[in-house]
């Protein structure tokens, strides 16, 4: 079993950056492919990015390309969210996730999740 929690959520304007963390517990961290979703209001929870085991490869939606950027440090059980110039169509609730394999794919499932932290951003 493994354990996510979220954190670095809140309120920003227009164009602003923010940094979500999700600590990690349980399983050894290191072994899997990471990863970050989002759902907003009405929508569907949707992929936003995903980091393979060792941090070697990185995979983002076209939404969030270049804009945002995932990371981990194994070393801390960590991986983070940076997001830059962010916009209102950001709002959503972040979820940190992890799939049962070592190397993301297109499609792959996200099996464990964390509780969710809330990102908005005003106009």
């Known amino acids: 079993q493994v354990q996510l929690v979220e954190s670095g959520g809140g309120l920003v304007q227009a164009g602003g950056s923010l940094r979500l963390s999700c600590a990690a517990s349980g399983r050894t961290f290191s ?56 916009k209102p169509e950001d709002t959503a609730v972040y979820y940190c996730a992890r799939t049962s394999e070592r190397y993301y794919y297109t499609g792959a499932s996200f099996g464990s999740w964390g509780q969710g932290t809330q990102v908005t951003v005003s106009s």
């Open 31 to 86: 072994s899997y492919a990471m990863g970050w979703l989002r759902q907003a209001p009405g929508k569907e929870r949707e992929f936003v990015a995903a980091i393979n085991w060792s941090g070697a490869g990185t995979y983002y939606a076209d939404s969030v390309k270049g804009r945002f950027t995932i990371s981990r440090d194994n070393a801390k059980n960590t991986v983070y969210l940076q997001m830059n110039s962010l």
